[in-house]
């Protein structure tokens, strides 16, 4: 969506990697680092198929000081979740990459810093409520652009950040290497 907002022709191809696997192999135990790394297979794994092609990978950590989150199984999983990020502070590590013939030639990360406001148990009910299946599709078990918003009580950071892709650096990017007009 964002891509198609900014008037970019594209393909959407998924990027068939195990994501926890990689992870895990890796070691690595840095949000933005596991975030950027997870670009790069993704933008990789495609551009390998795609010869000749510009090939965007994204992906998206959620930290919680030292803590990691990944998208919840369930309600269950996402209640649990959103009981841990209320009333606290959490980072989002948007990162980007772009491979051209199997090759990384640009990547980047950017971070938001989102403050949930505290809730009770009621209030946490009636948001799954309101989101219902939605709670499984994000890390953090919520959707800024939705239900999500009325969660929070201070976002610092760039909204393309927040939604996943750090798109104003992909942007420039393209422009510099005259892949887009505007």
Do not use: C, W
């Not at 198929?49 to 990978?57: E, L, Q, T």
């Not at 980047?108 to 009910?125: C, F, G, P, Q």
């Amino acid at each position: 969506m964002l891509l198609a907002n900014a008037g970019l022709e594209f393909e959407a191809v998924t990027a068939d990697i195990d994501e926890r696997g990689i992870q895990a192999e890796s070691r690595l135990s840095n949000p933005r680092e596991i975030a950027l790394l997870l670009a790069r297979e993704k933008a990789k794994a495609v551009s390998s198929g795609h010869p000749g092609s510009y090939v965007v990978g994204a992906d998206q950590t959620l930290a919680l000081g030292n803590r990691l989150f990944n998208k919840p199984a369930g309600r269950v999983q996402a209640l649990a979740q959103l009981r841990d990020l209320a009333g606290k502070s959490h980072e989002l590590n948007s990162a980007v990459a772009v491979a051209r013939d199997g090759r990384i030639v640009f990547e980047d990360v950017s971070v938001a810093r989102m403050t949930m406001r505290e809730m009770t148990e009621a209030e946490l009910s009636a948001y799954l409520d309101a989101a219902g299946d939605a709670v499984t599709t994000s890390v953090g078990a919520y959707q800024l652009e939705g239900v999500g918003i009325h969660l929070f009580e201070q976002i610092e950071g760039d909204h393309f950040t927040i939604l996943g892709l750090p798109l104003m650096p992909l942007l420039a990017f393209l422009r510099h290497e005259r892949l887009v007009a505007v």
